[in-house]
């Protein structure tokens, strides 16, 4: 099995050799802590290991406080691309010459806040879920492009903590894209995406597909816990988004001495090395590289 590069030197060989292909990863720590840039380094090493960089897909409701822009400059000359988030899918359109998909996706982007349950009215609420809904195509067309182009490897950034993840519009989303896309027979996702046109496009359709479970997705969580080892010590409940996870990475702060370092610790990795060392991290022009 090919493993893919975290981005991060020192880090693939700590565990393995890197992160398992069909499986999700999850990068929990507190805002500012480098979750950002590591999933960026991620997704930017597919340039050299598969031919073709990740993509982005940022479930920021309160506009882009990532950054995604200015570290896609800085570290890799990259200038983003945004796509439509509610862009109608066109069957012929994407068998065209000349057809572009953004290789950025701003799911929830302009709400201004928060979007669960508890922080909207009924009206609200069923408004924004309407509004869910028509993007739906064009997030499950975004990707699709992207993975019949070689892509592999995808970031979803800015999962914010709830108490009750089902309250949660970001939860809900990322439930589906995980199984409903990522974890799906590309074949299916198919005839999700074209419907009545597949059976005429499927001859066009079928030698673009890519292998399944091929893709591994990177999801940047945003912990309230800033100490690495509050986070260790946190336990999780069944069927939450850290107990489906393959890999488990906590990102935090550490006292070393008189003072605080970065440091991250892989607290799970299924089918693979897991050390058990705390490891300590800087962040640099280049990104994000291990320390003694």
């Given amino acids: 099995m090919t493993r893919l590069s975290t981005g991060i030197p020192g880090l693939d060989e700590k565990i393995g050799g890197g992160l398992i292909p069909g499986t999700m990863t999850v990068l929990a720590g507190s805002s500012g802590i480098g979750k950002t840039q590591f999933g960026l380094q991620f997704i930017g090493a597919g340039t050299e290991a598969e031919g073709a960089r990740g993509v982005i897909f940022d479930m920021t409701a309160r506009g882009d406080s990532q950054n995604h822009g200015d570290y896609a400059s800085r570290l890799f000359n990259w200038t983003l691309s945004a796509e439509d988030a509610e862009r109608r899918f066109d069957a012929d ?54 993975f019949t182009r070689g892509v592999r490897r995808l970031l979803i950034d ?26 799906k ?14 059976l005429r496009c499927r001859e066009k359709i079928t030698p673009l597909l890519w292998p399944a479970r091929s893709v591994a997705t990177l999801v940047s969580y945003t912990a309230p816990e800033s100490s690495l080892e509050a986070l260790i010590e946190k336990p999780f409940d069944e069927g939450d988004l850290l107990a489906q996870a393959n890999t488990i990475i906590y990102m935090g702060k550490i006292r070393d001495g008189v003072r605080f370092r970065r440091a991250m610790y892989v607290a799970k990795h299924r089918g693979s090395v897991c050390p058990d060392e705390i490891l300590f991290y800087e962040i640099g022009d280049g990104g994000i590289t291990l320390s003694d």
């Fill in 158 to 183: 800015g999962i914010e903590p709830v108490t009750h993840q089902g309250d949660s519009i970001q939860f809900e989303l990322l439930e589906y894209i995980y199984h409903q896309i990522l974890q």
């Fill in 93 to 146: 359109a994407f068998f065209a010459p000349g057809f572009t998909v953004g290789d950025y996706f701003a799911a929830l982007a302009g709400r201004g806040k928060r979007v669960t349950r508890r922080d909207l009215d009924f009206d609200d609420w069923r408004e924004w879920k309407s509004s869910l809904a028509r993007r739906l195509d064009a997030a499950i067309a975004f990707l699709f492009t992207h």
């Fill in 185 to 198: 027979e590309p074949d299916w996702v198919a005839r999700d995406l074209f419907r009545q046109d597949f």
